[in-house]
């Protein structure tokens, strides 16, 4: 099932917390995905917090009070399974970093093309452990999100193909549609739910998916498909 991923941003500097949450919110806008971000002026301040709700922490490293290295290691034996950036204006850190197995360590002034691709990277991770779940019969299964090519529409029900099977569900399209938004799927036509990762070929009226089936794209979906398509490939 999809869920909020949440961000913790930590910098004793206000300006420099402007700046990567800027960098944040341009990412977010070029890519849908369900984000909060939290932000903390001190490594006390975060470990205040529900340190185990934040899937990702972004920590200044040259902070007052408890610096970024003590805070991400009071951080993980708390939690484990947080993925951390480190951010910092020297490299003085970087081999003390990979003890508390830092996802990356940036230097500042920060590039938004390498936050960004941090962003890509984390989301990536992210995406390719989501679940998907459905109702069958009376139960509810689950499978990887990743292993689903597309969603068609069955009446009231609907059909998940992957590249091994059909598997008939008792949840609607609709259903599917609200829980992907802010994935990398997209409807090209109103009876299909299609990732775009499993996308092939794009011509002006179809996708054509691994596997070989095509699915036809409607005319008022065109241009949305193709700029859903381009921002993917980027």
């Known amino acids: 099932m999809m869920k909020r991923i949440r961000i913790a941003l930590c910098d004793d500097s206000d300006m420099?917390?402007?700046?990567?949450?800027?960098?944040?919110?341009?990412?977010?806008?070029?890519?849908?995905?369900?984000?909060?971000?939290?932000?903390f002026s001190s490594g006390d301040a975060l470990l205040k917090s529900d340190v185990t709700s934040y899937d990702l922490?972004?920590?200044?490293?040259?902070?007052?009070?408890?610096?970024?290295?003590?805070?991400?290691?009071?951080?993980?034996?708390?939690?484990?399974?947080?993925?951390?950036?480190?951010?910092?204006?020297?490299?003085?850190?970087?081999?003390?970093?990979?003890?508390v197995e830092a996802f990356r360590y940036l230097l500042k002034p920060l590039s938004?093309?390498?936050?960004?691709?941090?962003?890509?990277?984390?989301?990536?991770?992210?995406?390719?452990?989501?679940?998907?779940?459905?109702?069958?019969q009376r139960t509810v299964r689950s499978m990887l999100l990743k292993d689903v090519v597309w969603i068609e529409a069955a009446g009231r029900h609907s059909?998940?193909?992957?590249?091994?099977?059909?598997?008939?569900?008792?949840?609607?399209?609709?259903?599917?549609?609200?829980?992907?938004?802010?994935?990398?799927?997209?409807?090209?036509?109103?009876?299909?739910?299609?990732s775009l990762s499993a996308v092939t070929e794009l011509t002006a009226d179809t996708l054509v998916l691994t596997g070989g089936t095509s699915i036809p794209v409607s005319r008022e979906k065109r241009k949305e498909i193709q700029e859903a398509f381009i921002r993917f490939q980027a």
């Open 16 to 39: 420099e917390r402007r700046i990567i949450r800027k960098m944040i919110d341009q990412y977010l806008e070029e890519h849908d995905y369900p984000v909060q971000v939290e932000e």
């Open 159 to 194: 059909v998940i193909h992957t590249l091994k099977e059909k598997i008939e569900t008792n949840t609607s399209l609709a259903e599917f549609t609200e829980e992907l938004c802010g994935t990398d799927f997209v409807k090209p036509i109103r009876y299909a739910l299609v």
């Open 112 to 136: 938004a093309e390498k936050l960004h691709q941090c962003f890509d990277r984390f989301f990536k991770l992210c995406t390719d452990k989501k679940v998907l779940e459905y109702k069958y």
């Open 57 to 99: 922490m972004i920590l200044d490293i040259y902070m007052g009070g408890i610096n970024g290295i003590d805070t991400a290691k009071e951080l993980l034996s708390i939690h484990p399974k947080g993925r951390i950036i480190f951010c910092s204006s020297s490299n003085e850190f970087a081999e003390e970093s990979y003890d």
